[in-house]
């Protein structure tokens, strides 16, 4: 099968940073033993989930052609995701949370296209196709929780990170890689272990990310809708994890109503959850989300705002009250009485109106960092940006004039006025100036020799977020994770197992009830003693066929073999039930 992405609508509006992210999904990578896992996963979920999970799970099984015997293709999901608005692309594990929203903005389902090992069926800490494919696409059938992750998507990729969330982030990646690694020494784990609980209990005041990401997990991937008292499954988490959708409904678990608190409370993704949250509908989600952006720097500005992007460290964006919006790393920030009255940015920096850069003003203009007066000028009500040109001329902000701009907080500029650009709404947005002074009280921020002084307008920080405002200014294809997904080995055992388990899919998808099934059992028995999956589909196969004597002797096997391995007992007898 072809490894190329089947193009969608969607996918072609992809901006190309979060391209860098997509990897092919070559469907030849999947071995028979990988198939015979999906396959099993699905049925004991569709038959557990039907009783327990909202009803959208089911009917979007349906919707987005998932099949319980296969593991889905990208290219067949697409065709069919497609005509409810959405598409999907294959992803090597986890990314990035701000990149994982904002592909969640363009209506692309991420899915990590690695499939957990027989070992861990149950559950993994590592995302992969049955998480992904079987957890989230069914859900997003329903219009009404679509939009509500679309919009997550939108708001969570400008909430604002900490440097110690990207630790965090890398920290997670490389101990859900190495769990599911099969062979890692114990030691590894335990040493992956530590590093996420160090950073656990060491992450200070929980950014707009780390907050954002609390309330993705208790609804997106672990969350309940109905009632305390009864509750029903949509977090995808619980709807790909046989054991924990099970375990999740018994009252070893408390369910909590869901509100804005759980933006403060963290999870353990190694861990069973020992409390959920209970969401009433998925109307009400949105309700809580729009709360919460109500909260972010996004909404909020302001001088708090313009801190959260200091303290960050990394490429963000401030927008003032005419449109005007600055774009790079934020460092220092004069405040008065409370307001931010100065602002500067470090290295490259960008200017935007809309999401657009304004022309001239990318990152070659302005390559070592921007600097601007915020707020209104001393002594006048009348700010720039509301002034018309007569104001402007009696106060002499006008080409070719040289002028004294006192600014409340002791910021003075002085220069030549060369131009100005306005908004589509007639307000002065940028005034550019030749032979410029610019002090804070006995401190120079900017002097002529530096050039020309290019000065943003705006009586005030309306918005802060994560990220530029125009994509197009940064050159944003740089993410390197520290970690890859580790394959399962190749071995003269594993290879000749994985043969058993094509020759009974074949047996099972071509009818065959003929080929002898005594062989395989034989062989498997004498040199693959642990394995106990293969033996179920076997017993599967029997059912239909008259042979009592080898059907007694499969059981009789599987279960000396839940004596033996107590720890895949409930598996086998959980596989036998489906039959």
């Known amino acids: 099968m072809s490894t190329t992405i089947e193009s969608n609508p969607l996918l072609d509006r992809l901006p190309k940073h979060l391209r860098q992210f997509i990897k092919p999904q070559d469907y030849r990578d999947y071995t028979p033993i990988n198939q015979a896992v999906w396959r099993y996963v699905m049925r004991k979920n569709v038959n557990y989930l039907s009783k327990v999970a909202h009803s959208s799970y089911l009917e979007g099984l349906k919707k987005t052609g998932i099949e319980v015997d296969n593991i889905p293709s990208m290219y067949g999901m697409n065709r069919i995701l497609t005509e409810i608005g959405w598409a999907a692309v294959a992803v090597d594990g986890f990314i990035p949370p701000n990149a994982f929203m904002e ?88 040493a992956a272990e530590k590093a996420v609980e160090d950073l656990q209990n060491n992450m200070g005041e929980l950014s707009e990310m780390a907050q954002i990401r609390n309330l993705h997990w208790w609804t997106v991937e672990y969350g309940l809708i109905g009632t305390v008292e009864n509750p029903k499954i949509f977090g995808a988490g619980l709807l790909s994890s046989i054991g924990e959708s099970a375990h999740c409904m018994t009252d070893k678990v408390k369910k909590i109503s869901y509100d804005i608190s759980a933006a403060n409370k963290g999870f353990d993704i190694t861990q069973l959850q020992p409390q959920l949250y209970v969401t009433p509908d998925f109307a009400y989600l949105s309700l809580i989300l729009e709360e919460f952006a109500n909260k972010m720097a996004l909404r909020t500005g302001g001088l708090s705002g313009i801190n959260k992007l200091i303290q960050s460290n990394a490429l963000g964006t401030i927008e003032l009250s005419t449109g005007i919006q600055i774009s790079g790393i934020f460092t220092n920030v004069i405040e008065a009485e409370g307001k931010p009255v100065y602002i500067q940015t470090t290295g490259k920096t960008a200017l935007s109106y809309r999401e657009k850069e304004l022309v001239g003003h990318g990152t070659i203009k302005h390559l070592e960092g921007f600097g601007s007066p915020i707020g209104k000028l001393k002594g006048i009500n009348l700010a720039i940006e509301d002034m018309s040109p007569r104001d402007l001329s009696a106060y002499s902000i006008t080409e070719n004039k040289t ?176 039959i």
């Open 103 to 190: 592909f969640q903005a363009y209506n692309v389902l991420v899915i990590a296209s690695d499939i957990r090992q027989l070992e861990h069926i149950e559950y993994t800490p590592a995302p992969d196709i049955i998480h992904e494919g079987a957890g989230h696409a069914p859900i997003i059938a329903n219009p009404e929780y679509a939009e509500y992750l679309r919009r997550f998507g939108e708001i969570g990729c400008k909430a604002i990170s900490s440097h110690k969330d990207y630790e965090m982030y890398e920290a997670i990646r490389l101990l859900s890689i190495l769990k599911e690694a099969e062979g890692t020494p114990q030691a590894d784990i335990n």
């Open 403 to 578: 002028v004294i701009l006192d600014f409340e907080g002791d910021i003075t500029v002085k220069g030549e006025i060369i131009t100005g650009s306005r908004n589509l709404h007639g307000q002065i947005i940028l005034i550019s100036f030749k032979n410029c002074t610019v002090t804070h009280g006995e401190t120079i921020l900017f002097q002529p020799e530096w050039g020309i002084y290019d000065m943003a307008v705006g009586k005030k920080v309306v918005s802060a977020f994560s990220g530029p405002a125009d994509a197009n200014s940064f050159d944003l294809i740089s993410h390197i994770p520290s970690s890859k997904t580790i394959k399962a080995k190749h071995t003269a055992e594993r290879d000749d197992l994985e043969v058993l388990y094509q020759t009974v899919r074949m047996i099972r998808e071509s009818k065959d009830i003929n080929t002898s099934l005594a062989p395989i059992l034989k062989k498997l028995k004498e040199e693959h003693p642990n394995d106990w999956l293969l033996s179920v589909e076997i017993v599967e196969l029997l059912k239909d066929r008259n042979e009592p004597q080898l059907l007694k002797e499969v059981m009789n096997y599987l279960e000396s073999l839940k004596q033996r391995r107590s720890e895949v007992a409930h598996l086998i007898t959980g596989g036998l039930n489906l």
